[in-house]
Every structure is written in structure tokens, then in C-alpha cells.
């Protein structure tokens, strides 16, 4: 049975001579091509065009097998346009990746590597990390490798999933091993800042401690001010301040205080401490109590 031979639009707007190659399909389909295009997209391309033929008059054939046809055509599509539509990144993603690396097109490549990483699912994660790795696509592999981590249950069901474990135990090592530092990594991050937060927190109520001693705040302040009319209005920072408020009203009236104190006492007592450490008076100017 003789090869079909099928019709392509280049998508170009430049005058094109008659084909000179063919492309063979894994179905015998050939795909009519001009090899100085070819050849310029594509240096594995160009080193097959330059081999010399047996006979001058045979035809130039090129084989691409184990794809499917109508990838093959949209592959050779992007050569002349350097296009690619949606719809052929939905069906042919995978394949045209890995066209484009084995022929060497670094513009389909990038245009793959984009397209899978907003297609990426936990269906086929696996297939695409497996052919991240095959292609040198660092930047999808570890989007692949983040989606595993995030998503291990849901992947762990999957088809995918289940043939690599029988099939490429290594892999699933290198994956089990990711997940394990990815946890170590978040869980350092939520410590790194819940740290961050509570030296926040100390921060304002330092700063909230001295601003109730110099200035006041609603109904505590320094007694050199209690002459003033004026009636305090809230600070910007209120919150912190109704708080180490009630604290410190608590402090000069509480009984256990000579004996050691309350825990509320004793919260009193560590922030006072705390203000007498970072304090930046080297002077006894200072109004917070029993700063040295």
C-alpha cells in the first residue's frame, strides 16, 4: 500500500517553492516540507538534510515515529510559523515537548514548558514530571515536583502514580525524599514567621510602653502630666495599648506583688525587664518604670 501524502498549511506569508522532503509518520503518512526551513529551525534537522544521498534522484525522507501524525504535522506547523494554538497544546502538549527537544527548537520548547505548567493536573503530573526529567526542563520539573508535594493524597490515587511505583522505583525515591524536605522547609518557615510575628509584637509593646509613660494613653499616663486638661484621645495603636493599660493597672494595685506576683504581675515584670534592656537613654531620663 502506498504512503499517503498529505496537505499542510505553512501558515507563512512568504513564497514557498515546491517541497522538497517528506516527513514519515508512524502510519506510513508523509508530510511535505522544504528542508532549507527545516534547517533552519532545527540543527538535527540540518545535519540530516546535509548527509549525502545514495542516489541524487531519490527523495528525501525524514522519519518522526512514536507520535502521533496530526503532532507531527502541528510540530511542523510551528517551524514555519512559529505558532501554536491552544488547542494543540491541549492535545499535543506532551508530544510537542518532546519534538522539540529531541529536534532541538528552543522557541517550541519554552512554548511547551509554559503551556504544560498551566496544565498541569494531578492526573498528570506524573507522566509530565517523568518527561520534564527526559527533556532537561528543570523549571517544569519542580512545578511538577511542588504540585506532588501540595498534593500528594490526590496523586497517590492516580493511575500514574501507581505504574511508577512498579516501574521506576528511583523516581518515586527522589519524590518521597522532595516531599520530606518540602516539609521540613514549610515547617521552618511557619516557625521563622511565628518568630517574626512575636518579635513584632514585642516591638510595638515596647514602643506602646513608652508612649503610655511620656505622652499617655486614655486613662494611663505619667504622673507630671496629671495636671493636664487635656483629655487623651486612643493612639493608632489602641489594641496593644488597652492591653499593657489593664496590665499595668493591675501591677500598681495587685497585693501578690511583693511575694512575686501573679502570672499578670509576672508578664508585667518580663516587659519591664525586656524595655530595660533595648532602652536608649544612657541617662536617668527614662519614665518607664524601673528602667535602669
Known sequence: MAPQTISIHYHTTRF???PDVFIRTSHGTRIPAHAGI????SPVFDNFIDRPRKHRSSERIIQIHGVPCDAVTAFVGFLYSSRCTEEEMDKYGMHLLALSHVYMVPQLKQRCIKGLTHRLTTENVVDVLQLARLCDAPDLHLRCMKLLANNFKAVEATEGWKF???HDPW???DILRFIDEH???KK???KYRMEQGLYAELSEAMECLEHICYDGCTHVGPYDAAEEKRERTPCGRFATCQALQVLIRHFATC???VRGGCVRCKRMWQLFRLHSYVCHHTDSSCKVPFCR
Open 16 to 18: 514557498l517553492p515546491q
Open 38 to 41: 527545516l534547517a533552519s529551525m
Open 164 to 166: 511508577l511505583v512498579k
Open 171 to 173: 523516581l518515586e525515591l
Open 183 to 185: 516539609e521540613t522547609r
Open 188 to 190: 521552618k518557615s511557619r
Open 255 to 257: 497585693e501578690k506583688k
